[in-house]
């Protein structure tokens, strides 16, 4: 294919069409949009733009208007349906297929779009799994997310960092491309394979072997508007837009193993300044920014995650849609700090004065940048007090969701249903029940499989990656995500036998990254302290019942599951002061000692709450799941078993006689698993709390 970056691209017809007011497959009425009747009005109404392309359009008097509304959809990671994989269930907070409803209302609402695609797009769920590892896509079939893209009339797409995580030769295949690398076949001698019917831009990633760009770094788009004469009369025209690509330099770090030699970044401000100058010398009236990144005021470098704040200044910047953030962008309520920089205006949705938009994750929202647009008599400009931008949600204001566009679900029914029958085969097995119904009293049968994954995951990576930490212990921390908050049902439980892919997510909940923080024992002693505030303060002396679960969330109670690792927490003690014989491979941990612990996302940046966990101490910012290596880890070790993956309990409490019981609540029937467990200081003290959540109340013994 052409590197050069000039091509022309007319937009295409939908094959889906969009029926307002219909069931959703749970069975609820949903509201669909309101649709006002413009340029596209017709029997059966159609995804795609209705608008026609070409350079042979009349020619447009000076002083006409016209309106252009951008449409951003950005980190869809394969949600094509309102579907949990993992937990086997559907979803309607998420999906593409309740997207293209809003994309259907918009091009209702404006005679005059174009829908554009952020990134991160084709991975992400265990249906891009299944595509690029399981069963392989063939060169003349269509990946599942870029089919119903296909058949929604995209005009143009980015490539975020989460393109690259199958290695170049899938992504090539399956945006249809053709690269020029070390280790492929050259381009002449590579089969043409289907990809997206529309352009897809980058212009900071180049190819070692060539110099050259991987894709085609920009893209200009001949868009037919209907546009109002300076006299009030009805004319169409021809704008050209222009579309540049960035990804975050850090792929070269998070997917070192496909990309190292064989191509490289360079910083998103150099390749902008370089591009758009270009692209208005070819006629661009506009230029729009596709930046897989998010906002950071810190000094400029050419290897910063999130550039998008820094292409902002750049001059010749029309609107930029960014993503990768996984928020909301504008919003008036946001407290994320990148959305209150200077410069920022969260209301408005501009940054440094260009309109700007990020439309969430997963299909949540739909990004709407309304340009109002000017003809001076040779070309389009944009008139800013005409511009609107707004980030669209799939949920309306009754908390319900918007309804389905069907025909996605039928585009992709074979794939779906293929991925389905994909996570429930197993992937290993287990000789124990893997369950959190005791998690707070000591069993680590849950827990500790996660930490391994994440250990494993992060020792490596700092083996391969990060020498300067190489001396460093790596530790991992992880918690009971399920603890009953929900009643009797909400514990993780995996039952002996075959683990599938699915009870991963029984395993591990959220869909939290992974990263490393590099902390001292200093560090580790307040995080502990913190994650026992799960725990009330015990009197001994009481004679009556003492609850000992707080209301402290069970996902912020962070454990250690190792041998090397161990202390002791004591009940009786205030807030601050629990952690007694903390003590690493039997020693009692130095404060300056430093160690590596791997965690999530929430907690690294500052989820929950503890102290020094701020951001500030990552060291390892990783783009892959903690669910996915979790899974990838279960396959590598195959059995799992209570003797390696679930006995370690790095923890217990200090021993005490209490004068009166000291009791908590888990589920009901399932105190043969404490038993199990080798926690002989548990009893049954109440087959029924009372409470009505089908949970039982249990003692323990904290004298033994």
């Known amino acids: 294919m052409s590197l050069t970056g000039n091509i022309r691209v007319t937009p295409r017809q939908s094959a889906l069409p969009i029926l307002p007011g219909t069931t959703s497959r749970a069975g609820k009425v949903m509201s669909a949009p309101s649709f006002k009747l413009g340029a596209c009005a017709a029997a059966v109404l159609l995804l795609a733009g209705c608008g026609s392309s070409g350079s042979n359009a009349p020619s447009v008097p000076t002083g006409s208007t016209a309106t252009l509304a951008l449409l951003e959809t950005t980190d869809l990671h394969t949600n094509v349906m309102s579907y949990d994989y993992f937990k086997l269930t559907e979803d309607a907070s998420l999906g593409f297929e309740r997207t293209a409803t809003l994309i259907a209302a918009a091009r209702q609402e404006f005679p005059n779009t174009l829908l554009i695609d952020n990134g991160d797009t084709i991975q992400g769920t265990a249906l891009s799994d299944y595509q690029a590892t399981v069963k ?31 290695g170049l030769p899938f992504l090539s295949q399956v ?170 205006d969260k209301v408005a949705g501009t940054v440094n004065g260009v309109p700007t938009v990020m439309a969430n994750y997963w299909g949540k929202h739909l990004g709407v ?51 389905i029958d994909y996570v429930k085969t197993p992937i290993g097995s287990t000789d124990f029940e893997m369950s959190s119904y005791f998690a707070d009293v000591g069993d680590p049968g849950a827990i500790e499989l996660v930490n391994q994954a ?13 020498p300067q930490y190489a001396s460093l212990p790596v530790l991992s921390v992880s918690a009971p995500f399920k603890s009953g908050f929900a009643g009797g049902s909400d514990y993780t439980d995996v039952a002996q036998g075959n683990v599938a892919i699915n009870n991963a997510a029984d395993l591990y909940l959220y869909p939290n990254t992974i990263y490393a923080v590099k902390v001292t024992g200093a560090d580790l ?155 002989t200081n548990v009893t049954l003290a109440q087959a029924d709390d009372g409470s009505g959540k089908n949970l039982a109340l249990y003692a323990i013994d904290l004298s033994k």
Not at 188 to 213: E, M, R
Not at 460 to 466: C, E, I, Q, T
Request: glycine content about 10%.
């Open 136 to 166: 392989p896509l063939a060169c003349s079939e269509t990946l599942a997310m870029y089919k119903v893209m296909n058949a929604t009339g995209y005009d143009g797409g980015g490539i975020g960092n989460h393109e690259f995580n199958y």
């Open 175 to 344: 945006t249809g491309n053709r690269f020029s690398i070390t280790g492929m076949a050259e381009p002449a001698d590579q089969p043409v394979c289907k990809g997206p019917n529309f352009p897809l831009v980058l212009a900071n990633v180049h190819s070692v072997k060539t110099g050259q760009p991987l894709f085609q770094p920009y893209a200009i788009i001949d868009k037919t508007v209907t546009a109002t004469g300076p006299d009030g009369s009805a004319v169409t025209g021809v704008v050209k837009v222009g579309i540049i690509g960035f990804t975050p330099p850090a792929i070269m770090s998070w997917d070192k193993r496909w990309l190292d030699g064989k191509v490289y970044t360079t910083g998103v401000k150099e390749a902008a300044e370089k591009y758009i100058p270009e692209m208005r010398a070819k006629g661009a009236d506009l230029v729009v920014v596709i930046s897989h990144g998010g906002l950071d005021n810190s000094a400029y470098s050419p290897t910063m995650e999130n550039g998008s704040y820094h292409l902002s200044s750049v001059a010749g910047v029309d609107a930029m849609l960014i993503g990768h953030s996984h928020q909301i962008f504008p919003n008036a309520t946001s407290t994320v700090a990148q959305f209150n920089l200077p410069g920022v």
């Open 369 to 419: 940048i309304k340009l109002g647009l000017a003809y001076d008599g040779s070309k389009w400009t944009v008139d800013k007090t005409k511009t609107v931008v707004q980030a669209r949600s799939a949920q309306n204001a009754d908390k319900t969701y918007v309804a389905v566009t069907p025909s996605v679900a039928a585009a992709i029914a074979a794939e779906h249903q293929a991925t």
């Open 454 to 466: 994440q250990a494993d995951y992060v020792a490596r990576y700092v083996a391969a990656n990060l």
């Open 525 to 679: 002693r307040n995080w502990l302290e913190t994650a026992a505030k799960r725990f009330n303060r015990i009197d001994p002396t009481k004679t009556t019942p003492q609850e000992l679960v707080s209301s402290f969330p069970g996902y912020n109670f962070d454990m250690f599951t190792s041998p090397d690792i161990s202390y002791e927490i004591d009940v009786t003690q205030a807030v601050g002061s629990r952690i007694v014989n903390l003590k690493y491979k039997g020693a009692a941990i130095d404060p300056a000692k430093e160690f590596i612990v791997a965690t999530n996302n929430y907690r690294a940046s500052g989820g929950g709450g503890f102290p020094g966990l701020d951001g500030s101490k990552t060291i390892y910012a990783s783009p892959d799941a903690n669910r996915d290596v979790l899974i990838a880890y279960i396959k590598t070790i195959k059995t799992v078993t209570r003797a390696a993956n679930g006995s370690d309990r790095s923890w217990r409490f200090v021993k005490v006689a209490t004068a009166g019981p000291v009791v908590f609540h888990s589920a009901q029937g399932k105190l043969a698993l404490a038993t199990a467990a080798g926690l």
